[in-house]
Structure formats: structure tokens, C-alpha cells
């Protein structure tokens, strides 16, 4: 059966598939930070059980477009090259999608 519908019912429905698609980004966002939670504490426990391991960590922070590059361990180069890569990869991706946004606006 074909119904027509109002664009006050049309426009009803277009809230309602927003709310559920803000619902669903909001869950994974909170559901990223539920795991990256539980592998803290995996690792923590993991740790606190095996007491002859080793750790090594770093960081790269860009501040504007200068790198601060940050590290501890005996793994740390292979550590910092890694997020290193990563930063990169995501300066670019975001430079592609911005130039992507503004040819869809023109």
C-alpha cells in the first residue's frame, strides 16, 4: 500500500534517524574507551604478576607543526619510528579530507 506522507512526517523521521545514528557514534565512542580501560588494566595485572619484564614506551606530540618526540626503553626507536608513521599518516588523512569537504561546499 502506498501512503504519502507530510514533510512534517518526513522531517520527523530524519530526527529520529539522526538521534539513532548520534546514539550509535556516542556508544562506540564510549565502548573505545571501555577497552582502551581494560587494557590498561590487563597490562597492569600482567605486571604486577611477572615481575621480571622490561618496558619500554614513547610518545610524539605535535605542537603546531614542530614534533616533540619522547621515549624510555630499549625498544624506544622502533617505538617512536612507529608513531611517527602514525602522525604523519594522520596529517595527511586529515589534510585529504578537508581538501575533500571543500570541493563537495564548492
Given at each position: 500500500m502506498n501512503v504519502m506522507r507530510s514533510s512534517a512526517e518526513k522531517s520527523g523521521d530524519t530526527a529520529e534517524d539522526d538521534a539513532t545514528v548520534?546514539?550509535?557514534?556516542?556508544?562506540?565512542?564510549?565502548?573505545?574507551f571501555v577497552l582502551f580501560f581494560i587494557g590498561?588494566?590487563?597490562?597492569?595485572f600482567a605486571v604486577m604478576l611477572?615481575?621480571?619484564?622490561?618496558?619500554?614506551?614513547?610518545?610524539v606530540v605535535f605542537i603546531g607543526?614542530?614534533?616533540?618526540?619522547?621515549?624510555?626503553g630499549?625498544?624506544?626507536?622502533?617505538?617512536?619510528?612507529f608513531?611517527?608513521?602514525l602522525a604523519v599518516l594522520s596529517i595527511v588523512v586529515f589534510f585529504a579530507v578537508n581538501r575533500k569537504m571543500k570541493s563537495l561546499d564548492d
Open positions: 548520534f546514539s550509535r557514534l556516542y556508544m562506540l565512542l564510549i565502548s573505545g590498561i588494566l590487563i597490562i597492569l611477572n615481575n621480571s619484564g622490561s618496558a619500554s614506551g614513547g610518545v607543526p614542530f614534533p616533540i618526540y619522547i621515549g624510555a630499549s625498544d624506544v626507536s622502533v617505538i617512536i619510528a608513531s611517527v608513521i
